[in-house]
């Protein structure tokens, strides 16, 4: 067996052992959706970071930056910055409020059936643009890793499918917590060795590391990589740019898989001391994808990189540049164990949101169902969303460009989420007509606009290669990447107008005193199961 | 604790407690740090793409080296989102001392 092999297999042995061992645990619905509610504050902060940093950061933030310098670096700092909004807005009011999903805080005061259906449809979407993105990753990734051990593409999306609905039918919120909680710790160790090892091939001077930096050779120019604007160029960078900040910094308090996590403490205040231990993990890491990405830059190169597995491939090959093959195994694990953590928190989201809100209290109208029942549900819907997502990867294939996606995630997330979070804390007149109408504008949106975008639109000359052509050859009938600065004011407006043209709803105005009162003392919040 | 007399809009605890002076002070000293510190971080997070879209001669002026105004900025962005958080943490324990407070005397009223 090669080195990466045995590693690869190490982890997944590790991580079924923790599954093995959360089954044991004790049993029933707040069990299996929210760890029975007794994660301490630490622990759910790692796990935050292990459920966050997906492989669109460690090996896709670190390739833009090696490959377009300062203009990745923009992305490290929105992912950070973002978490400003969860900690202070709204992880602790959802945790005092809701009890599974992020619809519970919207069912709080509105009308339960048609916010649950919409809002489930809405994080449905997330979790699927979101987890089709890491499948296809996983895939290009292990196939190119374990090269020559007979590993294809179709067979590692299969495998991580297999094992992300392991996690989550067998071990549930307590498995997938401490897969991210291992994953995370790993990521942190593989990253913080890197960036050493960088600073080490600069002699530990980091006059001489940004030297470097400014002086990159590209192609046959020299370019340097801390000038912003190398990605985002005029005339509508610059306007693309606040479109992704925008996406990113209302769109993290928005993704259904990072705030089930708050529903797996005890209180409020553990909620919000597990924000401020994910922003410590995600800040140091993201700090150090300057190293990663302009280390690979530097180091590497961007031609060498180019012609031995592409942009995404920067990190592992930094790693095998500095630390020979045994550290490349290691780093590419690391990777690989980044995505499965990733992929089991939005398969969890997902069975969950299917589980709680459309069959518990849509179909049966919120009318006590045994857990064992809701449970069972939640494992066979994880069981589809696997075969969905298997089945997706593989018809999509290794080459498709799967980048955007994660940027739609985000884009919905904000566009179609948080508006109707938002207004259904702070605004006593929101209505159900306003919360149904809000995510829907947000999410309809945010789809068409990506798909008249330049991601999805554009003229390929006779040169570029089948697999990386546009979609719609034609062209974007929409300027930007990001769809953010249009679709996320849209989400608002949506939200504002169906709730100007229904009818001042009265239920929804009393519940809303309970909610506010709830929302910041946490009288009659969910408790923790006991031991 | 005083409910107010004949207003028929308060019949449930949460009206009794939503109308009490010591709920009104929590809500006020909450607003009081999210607001202007959800202003300020969104203010200092825009400026860097503003200023790295509409002024790039001003951000690729180099300061310290070859680190220029950009990199600097976008790298101080991680500092002010801890300090923020750390802030944060410092007043939130006050809003919990005072939640605490107004809870022990409601349960005391109701208990009565």
Redo the contacts between chains.
């Keep these: 067996m090669s080195t990466p092999l045995i590693m690869f297999v190490g982890f997944i042995a590790l991580t079924l052992g923790i599954t093995m061992w959360a089954s044991r645990q004790s049993s029933g619905a707040s069990a299996f959706f929210a760890a029975g509610r007794r994660i301490t504050g630490w622990q759910n902060g790692i796990a935050v970071a292990g459920d966050y940093m997906s492989a669109a950061s460690f090996l896709g933030i670190a390739g833009i930056i090696a490959f377009q310098g300062?203009d990745g670096?923009?992305y490290?700092?929105?992912f950070?910055?973002a978490?400003?909004?969860v900690?202070?807005?709204v992880a602790e009011p959802l945790r005092n409020t809701g009890k599974y999903t992020m619809a519970d805080v919207l069912a709080y005061r509105l009308s339960p059936r048609p916010v649950r259906a919409v809002a489930a449809i809405s994080t449905l979407t997330v979790s699927t643009f979101y987890m089709i993105a890491q499948m296809v990753g996983a895939g290009t990734l292990v196939a190119l890793l374990l090269k020559g051990s007979g590993i294809t593409y179709n067979g590692a999306v299969t495998m991580v499918g297999i094992l992300m609905v392991a996690y989550v039918v067998f071990g549930g919120m307590l498995a997938t917590t401490w897969v991210q909680i291992v994953k995370a710790v790993l990521l942190m160790c593989g990253t913080f060795l890197l960036s050493i090892l960088v600073l080490a091939h600069f002699h530990f001077s980091l006059?001489e590391f940004?030297?470097a930096?400014?002086h990159v050779q590209d192609g046959a120019k020299v370019v340097?990589f801390?000038?912003?604007?190398l990605r985002?160029k005029p005339p509508y960078?610059?306007?693309d740019?606040?479109s992704?900040?925008l996406a990113l910094?209302l769109g993290t308090a928005g993704l259904p898989h990072i705030l089930i996590r708050f529903y797996t403490v005890p209180d409020a205040?553990t909620a919000?001391?597990s924000?401020?231990w994910a922003?410590?993990i995600i800040?140091t890491f993201?700090?150090m994808t300057t190293f990663l990405g302009f280390g690979a830059a530097t180091i590497v190169g961007k031609a060498y990189i180019a012609k031995n597995g592409g942009v995404n491939m920067s990190a592992p090959l930094l790693a095998k540049y500095l630390g020979g093959d045994i550290f490349f195994a290691f780093i590419s694990s690391i990777a690989f164990a980044t995505i499965l953590a990733v992929v089991a928190g939005l398969t969890i989201s997902a069975s969950t949101s299917f589980a709680h809100d459309v069959y518990e209290n849509v179909i049966h109208h919120g009318r006590k169902q045994s857990p064992g029942k809701t449970v069972l549900v939640a494992r066979v819907t994880a069981f589809v969303v696997g075969a969905v997502a298997i089945a997706i990867a593989i018809v999509l294939g290794p080459t498709f460009n799967v980048a955007f996606l994660v940027g739609l995630a985000f884009a919905v997330a904000a566009s179609a989420n948080l508006p109707v979070i938002l207004l259904s804390i702070f605004w006593k007149r929101f209505t159900t007509e306003g919360a149904v109408c809000g995510l829907a504008t947000g999410l309809v949106g945010s789809l068409a606009l990506i798909v008249v975008s330049p991601s999805i639109m554009g003229i390929d000359g006779p040169a570029v290669a089948v697999s990386a052509r546009h979609l719609i050859q034609a062209a974007p009938l929409f300027p930007l990447e990001n769809p953010g600065i249009v679709s996320i004011p849209l989400g608002f407006i949506g939200a504002f107008v169906g709730t100007m043209m229904s009818r001042v709803d009265d239920h929804s105005e009393a519940k809303f005193?309970?909610l506010?009162?709830?929302a910041?003392?946490?009288?009659g919040s969910e408790q923790a199961t006991a031991h | 604790m005083q409910p107010e007399k004949s207003d028929p809009l308060i019949v449930?605890k949460?009206?009794r407690?939503?109308h009490t002076d010591a709920?009104k002070d929590?809500?006020a000293a909450?607003a009081r740090f999210?607001v202007p510190?959800?202003l300020f971080?969104?203010v200092y997070?825009?400026a860097?793409?503003?200023l790295?879209?509409?002024a790039?001669d001003l951000?690729?002026r180099e300061v310290i080296?070859?680190?220029?105004i950009?990199?600097l900025f976008?790298?101080s962005?991680?500092f002010?989102?801890?300090l923020?958080?750390?802030l944060?943490?410092r007043a939130?324990n006050r809003?919990?001392s005072m939640?605490k407070k107004?809870?022990d005397v409601h349960q005391a009223g109701e208990g009565k």
């Design positions: 300062y670096f923009m490290s700092v929105g950070l910055v978490y400003l909004t900690l202070l807005i006059r940004f030297g930096v400014s340097n801390l000038t912003p604007g985002y960078g610059a306007l740019l606040i992704l900040g910094i205040k919000r001391v924000v401020v922003m410590g800040g993201y700090i005193t309970e506010e009162v709830r910041n003392t946490g009288l | 449930t949460w009206d407690i939503a709920f929590l809500m909450k999210i510190a959800t971080f969104i997070y825009f860097l793409p503003v790295v879209g509409y790039p951000m690729r080296g070859p680190l220029n950009a990199y976008a790298l962005q991680f002010m989102a801890w923020v958080a750390a944060y943490m939130a809003f919990d939640a107004m809870l």
